[in-house]
T-cell receptor, first 116, second 112 residues
Framework: DAGITQSPRHKVTETGTPVTLRCHQTENHRYMYWYRQDPGHGLRLIHYSYGVKDTDKGEVSDGYSVSRSKTEDFLLTLESATSSQTSVYFC???????????????FGQGTRLTVV | KNQVEQSPQSLIILEGKNCTLQCNYTVSPFSNLRWYKQDTGRGPVSLTIMTFSENTKSNGRYTATLDADTKQSSLHITASQLSDSASYICVVSGRRDDKIIFGKGTRLHILP
């Protein structure tokens, strides 16, 4: 899986608790992304990073924050988890921007998060 | 609004048969189109990437076509195998920004 590790792989948490998902890469790629995947929807971008401490919002960023203090790590935090955030979360990396003719993205194995 | 529509939503075929999956998009100006395969419980893996000037690209038993004029792409799978059972996702990127658009995918089931 192109040197991408997501942790944890599965998590069950209670509504209102904070949750942090971690994505670790060994490819030294500049771009990192967090997506969520839900039935009836395509993969939807939450946040992405184009360098250390450089991040931007995606189309479904409400309720999520991210941090990237090192090239290899991209953290996704749910400050106060809600049931609507139950989903499968995928991290992806790419050498350059995926848009505008950029390179392909490599995806991690996913994290299944259940908020009860 | 930029959109990517895939059809059919799901497909069931017998092992050894061929099938074709469709992708229509409205993204403009267009940069490239990718097909990903996603096995159950795993992340998507790239099969092909096609730019504006490419009409056909093959990857083993997978052949992707692109008609940039009609904004349509297809993924043809030849002599299907049980391991082809997966979701196939069409992804289109535009030329103007960093965003890409994912289709909802076609769920393919291969029966023995």
């Amino acid at each position: 899986d192109a040197g991408i590790t997501q942790s944890p792989r599965h998590k069950v948490t209670e509504t209102g608790t904070p949750v942090t998902l971690r994505c670790h890469q060994t490819e030294n790629h500049r771009y990192m992304y967090w997506y969520r995947q839900d039935p009836g929807h395509g993969l939807r971008l939450i946040h992405y990073s184009y360098g250390v401490k450089d991040t931007d919002k995606g189309e479904v960023s409400d309720g999520y924050s991210v941090s990237r203090s090192k090239t290899e790590d991209f953290l996704l935090t749910l400050e106060s988890a809600t049931s609507s955030q139950t989903s499968v979360y995928f991290c992806a990396i790419s050498e350059s921007s995926q848009g505008g003719g950029g390179t392909e993205a490599f995806f991690g194995q996913g994290t299944r998060l259940t908020v009860v | 609004k930029n959109q990517v529509e895939q059809s059919p939503q799901s497909l069931i075929i017998l092992e050894g048969k061929n099938c074709t999956l469709q992708c229509n998009y409205t993204v403009s100006p267009f940069s490239n189109l990718r097909w990903y395969k996603q096995d159950t419980g795993r992340g998507p893996v790239s099969l092909t990437i096609m730019t504006f000037s490419e009409n056909t690209k093959s990857n083993g038993r997978y052949t992707a076509t692109l008609d940039a004029d009609t904004k349509q792409s297809s993924l043809h799978i030849t002599a299907s195998q049980l391991s082809d059972s997966a979701s196939y996702i069409c992804v289109v990127s535009g030329r103007r920004d960093d965003k890409i658009i994912f289709g909802k995918g076609t769920r393919l089931h291969i029966l023995p």
